[in-house]
C-alpha cells in the first residue's frame, strides 16, 4: 500500500487550515502551480493519504477513490484567494482532529515529518501503517470495515 502525506499548507493562508472543509467535502487538495496537480495526479487510486496541518499533525487519514484530479476555481474553492485549486476525491478513514499525530510522533515514527505538499512515506512506512491500523481498530458493527482493519492489523504486525 502506498502512502502520502498531503499538507493543508496552513502557511499560505495567513496560518488558517481548512482541513476541516476537505473532510465535509472529502477531498485532499493543492493549489498554485502546475506541478502540485502533477503532484497529486502521481497518487495513485487506493493509495493512503494523510491530511497533513503544519503546527498540529495528521489530521485525518483516507483512500484516493478514483485516479481524478478535479480543476476547481472561484466560488467552489476551499481557499478563496486560489484562482484554482487542484482536488482528489477521498474516502476518510480515519478523522484525528481531537488527537492528531503530532509532528513529534511522526518523527519518531519516520526520522522526519512531512517537507514537501504532497509527498510519498518510504522511509518507516510499515511503523506509520501500523499506529494508523491501531487506530483504525476501534468497535465496529461493520464487517466491511472489520475485514479491512483486522487484514491491515495482521499485514503490519499490530496482532
Known amino acids: 500500500m502506498r502512502l502520502f502525506f498531503v499538507n493543508t499548507d496552513a502557511v499560505s493562508f495567513g496560518g488558517q487550515s481548512r482541513h476541516d472543509e476537505w473532510l465535509l467535502r472529502g477531498v485532499v487538495l493543492t493549489g498554485g502551480v502546475a506541478k502540485y496537480r502533477d503532484a497529486l495526479a502521481r497518487v495513485p487510486q487506493g493509495a493512503r493519504v494523510l491530511a497533513y496541518v503544519n503546527g498540529i499533525g495528521v489530521v485525518a487519514a ?7 484530479v478535479l480543476d476547481v476555481r472561484p466560488p467552489e474553492t476551499v481557499n ?12 476518510w478513514l480515519l478523522d484525528l ?3 492528531p499525530i503530532t509532528r513529534e510522533e511522526l518523527i519518531g515514527l519516520l526520522g522526519q515529518g512531512p517537507l514537501m505538499a504532497v509527498q510519498e512515506v518510504h522511509s518507516g512506512k510499515d511503523r506509520l501503517l501500523r499506529r494508523l491500523a491501531l487506530l483504525e481498530a476501534a468497535p465496529t458493527s461493520d464487517i466491511g470495515i472489520y475485514l479491512r482493519v483486522a487484514a491491515e492489523l495482521r499485514r503490519y504486525g499490530a496482532v
Open 62 to 68: 483516507g483512500e484516493t477513490t478514483t485516479d481524478e
Open 97 to 99: 482532529r481531537s488527537s
Open 80 to 91: 478563496p484567494s486560489e484562482p484554482v485549486e487542484y482536488h482528489r476525491p477521498v474516502s
